[in-house]
């Protein structure tokens, strides 16, 4: 092989490991992960709200005071369904009856309660078109604090990528790769939260 083409070749290398190290010296995954929290935080929200329907889910946010503790009711009761609007709440220590009662009609969510020596009965009231409408306004709420969370997390990572290449970490060129990759990951988390709150949506106003 000539001299220039072995010199050719050398330079060619030695520009695909530096473009190499360049594309991966960002490393994306806090970034995906945050996002991906974004996306729980939105379906977790909207797991506790109710939409006409029994769910166990609609309590997770509901604490009981519990030997000098707060804990969730599912970690003190197991909560069955009973019919389409019904839950039985029933504690494994049924001296928390009492407490458990209490802490759901604290909690000023929608539901009507009834007690027995087993546990608690818990009631989902019918939907009405106000209901739905009131609903909706709190669906979109949240959905706006998960939108204010992906907001934060591009800031975020926009100001890490521009630090990369102000530390020499990588080149301009290089920066402006990764946020062309971090907008797309921005675009793609929007999306999926916009579907989270359309599925949730549909939910309600099919009730």
Known sequence: MCNWK???????LLFLNCYTWEIRNFDFTPTTEALSDAENYLKQEYLQISTGR?????????????????????????????DARTMKVSPWDKGKIKDIEKSIIDS??????????????????????????????????????????????????????????SNGDFSEDAKNNFKDDLEKKIADSNKNLEEIFKTKETDIMSV
């Open 6 to 12: 072995r010199k050719y070749n050398m330079y060619f």
């Open 54 to 82: 029994a769910n166990p889910a609609l309590l997770d946010g509901i604490m009981v005071d519990s030997y000098g503790s707060l804990q969730p009711i599912k970690n003190i009761a197991s909560i069955n369904l009973e």
């Open 108 to 165: 000023n969510l929608p539901f009507s309660v009834s007690v027995d020596d087993s546990g608690v009965r818990v009631h989902v009231p019918q939907m009405t078109e106000e209901s739905k409408i009131k609903i909706i306004k709190l669906v979109k709420e949240k959905l706006e604090d998960a939108r204010v969370k992906v907001r934060n997390i591009r800031q975020d990572s926009m100001k890490k990528i521009d630090a990369g290449e």
